[in-house]
């Protein structure tokens, strides 16, 4: 049996006896004490003592149920609370009825995490630890204030009147007591605010408890070092479309330990998204990917890959993730392609109407002139306009002066010298391939005027020698097709076909499948089923800057 295999074991039983536990302790709670045992107790401890370990029984319970899950998560903070827990839980059954088999659960499940403490790793995000600490500490200290001047202000409402010290000792009563020491109210207000006291304690201890465990929140992008030496790494062993947005100011890295390799992501709530495959020598891939899933579960993050290539699939298999085909990658053959003979035919007609019209194609290199930037961003806040929609991010590149004035700009310009589309090319570094980012134009504009653009591009690079024109993903497209294939692939399928309402998916790859590419399939790799809802609204996130509203309009 491997390591992992009894580390993963472990974790099972860990949380599969908290919350057994849990349970035991809620219904010991409520349960009457064994006569003859109560009976001995009498003689040492007061009903107030005993009475409070029914309550502390009961609290414990309600929050292990909680942190059952977290364990399996390996969070550190988990594991510290709920060994304070236990010892409280056994502290608890002992004193409220001699209940030692409740104890002695309690115990060796203290003991199992105690030998399993190496395990529980995971950080939780310190700023929001802080905040949750303070926030309890707020919250009982409000609390306390809150139920000492209700109580001795509102004189008639309950059964006896209040000084301020019994106020004080009023308020303590209701969560050390099982009674609240007496207490009867006697107007529907009174009984109002006693309930209210509860209530506000409750929501205040769960929100700090939900802050103690949230996942780390990177709060610090990358800094310049970091980002040269990614840009080095990119440069040097670069080999897909992606390579150009790794580089990209949304970016997060992780270097291998080696620092030959670099993982490009954007971690967003418990999901740490990577842009395709990691980068760098092909022998140090597995270490690097290794290191990652360390790095993401001492973060509490799930690691995921967005849009990897397929020749990495079996390693990703052999290291514990699923994969997921999302869709395929549209490569044009520059070599084969020709606008000649009755295959360029219809490419021909294109080019060849346009520019009776007037239109040219114009290729401008890099550093971009800011008054041509200012050109084309007319052209991008029509096209936005118009789509009714929202820069995208991660996958993509979006309109940044500082990133568009070092790229090479193909342009449409009318017989006025007006810009009418455009769009921008990047370089895709070790493998002779261009490929395209934002394409853009007017809201109105002739009928073939982006296929004028994709074959005057297409005509251009296969001049300057590139071997092929990648026009990027085709989401959804061959996915769920075959027998073989997967429920999720199927279902993945069936939203291809209708959601057109959000998405043209079938309108996008049937017009890029005109240009007759070489179609290449793409793939989500992410660690378990059970993981993939929070993979899923993570990559939703990196791709719309968290503009969640304006990622679902339809047209965006």
Same mark, same amino acid.
């Given at each position: &049996?491997?390591? !992992?295999?009894?580390?993963?074991?472990?974790?099972?039983?860990?949380?599969?006896?908290? *919350?057994?536990?849990?349970?035991?302790?809620?219904?010991?709670?409520?349960?009457?004490?064994?006569?003859?045992?109560?009976?001995?107790?009498?003689?040492?401890?007061?009903?107030?003592?005993?009475?409070?370990?029914?309550?502390? $029984?009961?609290?414990?319970?309600?929050? =292990?149920?909680?942190?059952?899950?977290?364990?399996?998560?390996?969070?550190?903070? $988990?594991? =510290?609370?709920?060994?304070?827990?236990?010892?409280?839980?056994?502290?608890?059954?002992?004193?409220?009825?001699?209940?030692?088999?409740?104890?002695?659960?309690?115990?060796?499940?203290?003991?199992?995490?105690?030998? &399993?403490?190496?395990?529980?790793?995971?950080?939780?995000?310190?700023?929001?630890?802080?905040? *949750?600490?303070?926030?309890?500490?707020?919250?009982?200290?409000?609390?306390?204030?809150?139920?000492?001047?209700?109580?001795?202000?509102?004189? #008639?409402?309950?059964?006896?009147?209040?000084?301020?010290?019994?106020?004080?000792?009023?308020?303590?009563? &209701?969560?050390?007591?099982? !009674?609240?020491?007496?207490?009867?109210?006697?107007?529907?207000?009174?009984?109002?605010?006693?309930? %209210?006291?509860?209530?506000?304690?409750?929501?205040?201890?769960?929100?700090?408890?939900?802050?103690?465990?949230?996942?780390?929140?990177?709060?610090?992008?990358?800094?310049?070092?970091?980002?040269?030496?990614?840009?080095?790494?990119?440069?040097?062993?670069?080999?897909?479309?992606?390579?150009?947005?790794?580089?990209? %100011?949304?970016?997060?890295?992780?270097? %291998?330990?080696?620092?030959?390799?670099?993982?490009?992501?954007?971690?967003?709530?418990?999901?740490?998204? /990577?842009?395709?495959?990691?980068?760098?020598?092909? /022998?140090?891939?597995?270490?690097?990917?290794?290191?990652?899933?360390?790095?993401?579960?001492?973060?509490?993050?799930?690691?995921?890959?967005?849009?990897?290539?397929?020749?990495?699939?079996?390693?990703?298999?052999?290291?514990?993730?699923?994969?997921?085909?999302?869709?395929?990658?549209?490569?044009?053959?520059?070599?084969?392609?020709?606008?000649?003979?009755?295959?360029?035919?219809?490419?021909?007609?294109?080019?060849?109407?346009?520019?009776?019209?007037?239109?040219?194609?114009?290729?401008?290199?890099?550093?971009?002139?800011?008054? =041509?930037?200012?050109?084309?961003?007319?052209?991008?806040?029509?096209?936005?306009?118009?789509?009714?929609?929202?820069?995208?991010?991660?996958?993509?590149?979006?309109?940044?002066?500082?990133?568009?004035?070092?790229?090479?700009?193909?342009?449409?310009?009318?017989?006025?010298?007006?810009?009418?589309?455009?769009?921008?090319?990047?370089?895709?570094?070790?493998? #002779?391939?261009?490929?395209?980012?934002?394409?853009?134009?007017?809201?109105?504009?002739?009928?073939?005027? &982006?296929?004028?653009?994709?074959?005057?591009?297409?005509?251009?690079?296969?001049?300057?020698?590139? !071997?092929?024109?990648?026009?990027?993903?085709?989401?959804?497209?061959?996915?769920?097709?075959?027998?073989?294939?997967?429920?999720?692939?199927?279902?993945?399928?069936?939203?291809?076909?209708?959601?057109?309402?959000?998405? #043209?998916?079938?309108?996008?790859?049937?017009?890029? !499948?005109?240009?007759?590419?070489?179609?290449?399939?793409?793939?989500?790799?992410?660690?378990?089923?059970?993981?993939?809802?929070?993979?899923?609204?993570?990559?939703?996130?990196?791709?719309?800057?968290?503009?969640?509203?304006?990622?679902?309009?339809?047209?965006?």
């Amino acid at each position: &049996m491997t390591n !992992d295999l009894k580390t993963r074991i472990g974790l099972w039983s860990a949380a599969l006896l908290t *919350g057994l536990v849990a349970v035991v302790n809620l219904l010991s709670a409520v349960t009457p004490n064994l006569y003859g045992r109560t009976f001995l107790l009498k003689e040492f401890l007061p009903f107030e003592i005993r009475a409070g370990g029914h309550i502390f $029984a009961a609290l414990t319970g309600f929050v =292990l149920l909680t942190l059952a899950t977290n364990l399996l998560r390996r969070k550190r903070v $988990a594991w =510290l609370l709920t060994i304070g827990l236990l010892v409280i839980s056994i502290v608890s059954h002992l004193i409220k009825g001699l209940d030692y088999e409740e104890s002695l659960l309690s115990g060796l499940l203290l003991m199992q995490l105690i030998m &399993m403490r190496h395990v529980f790793t995971a950080q939780s995000d310190r700023p929001s630890i802080a905040k *949750g600490v303070w926030v309890l500490i707020g919250a009982l200290l409000f609390t306390l204030a809150y139920g000492t001047v209700g109580f001795y202000l509102l004189d #008639n409402k309950f059964s006896v009147n209040f000084s301020l010290r019994d106020a004080i000792l009023q308020t303590l009563a &209701m969560f050390f007591t099982e !009674d609240n020491a007496g207490l009867q109210p006697r107007t529907r207000f009174g009984e109002f605010f006693a309930n %209210s006291i509860y209530i506000i304690a409750v929501t205040t201890f769960i929100y700090a408890l939900i802050m103690l465990l949230r996942p780390v929140f990177l709060r610090n992008l990358a800094t310049l070092n970091q980002r040269q030496r990614a840009r080095e790494i990119v440069k040097n062993h670069g080999c897909s479309s992606l390579a150009e947005f790794t580089l990209l %100011s949304d970016k997060s890295y992780f270097f %291998s330990p080696t620092n030959q390799s670099v993982i490009a992501y954007v971690p967003k709530g418990r999901g740490a998204i /990577a842009l395709g495959d990691p980068i760098g020598p092909i /022998a140090d891939r597995r270490e690097t990917i290794v290191a990652f899933q360390q790095f993401c579960q001492r973060n509490d993050w799930y690691p995921a890959f967005y849009q990897t290539l397929p020749d990495d699939i079996d390693l990703y298999k052999s290291l514990g993730f699923q994969a997921l085909k999302i869709g395929e990658e549209a490569i044009v053959d520059l070599k084969s392609f020709t606008l000649q003979g009755k295959a360029g035919k219809n490419f021909r007609s294109a080019v060849n109407r346009m520019t009776k019209l007037g239109y040219e194609v114009r290729f401008y290199q890099p550093p971009i002139a800011d008054d =041509l930037l200012r050109q084309l961003k007319t052209v991008s806040d029509e096209w936005l306009q118009m789509v009714q929609g929202s820069e995208k991010r991660f996958s993509l590149g979006w309109f940044d002066e500082a990133y568009l004035k070092e790229c090479e700009i193909a342009v449409i310009q009318s017989s006025h010298g007006e810009i009418i589309a455009f769009a921008n090319i990047v370089s895709e570094y070790q493998i #002779n391939e261009i490929t395209n980012d934002l394409m853009r134009h007017r809201k109105s504009i002739e009928n073939g005027t &982006m296929d004028f653009l994709f074959i005057s591009m297409f005509q251009h690079y296969k001049e300057q020698g590139y !071997d092929s024109f990648n026009l990027g993903l085709s989401a959804l497209a061959g996915v769920g097709e075959t027998q073989e294939s997967r429920r999720l692939e199927k279902t993945l399928h069936y939203l291809y076909q209708h959601l057109e309402r959000f998405y #043209n998916f079938q309108g996008l790859h049937a017009y890029k !499948d005109k240009f007759h590419p070489i179609w290449q399939p793409r793939y989500l790799i992410y660690p378990s089923l059970a993981a993939l809802p929070d993979v899923i609204v993570a990559l939703i996130r990196a791709d719309s800057g968290d503009r969640l509203l304006d990622y679902f309009k339809p047209g965006s």
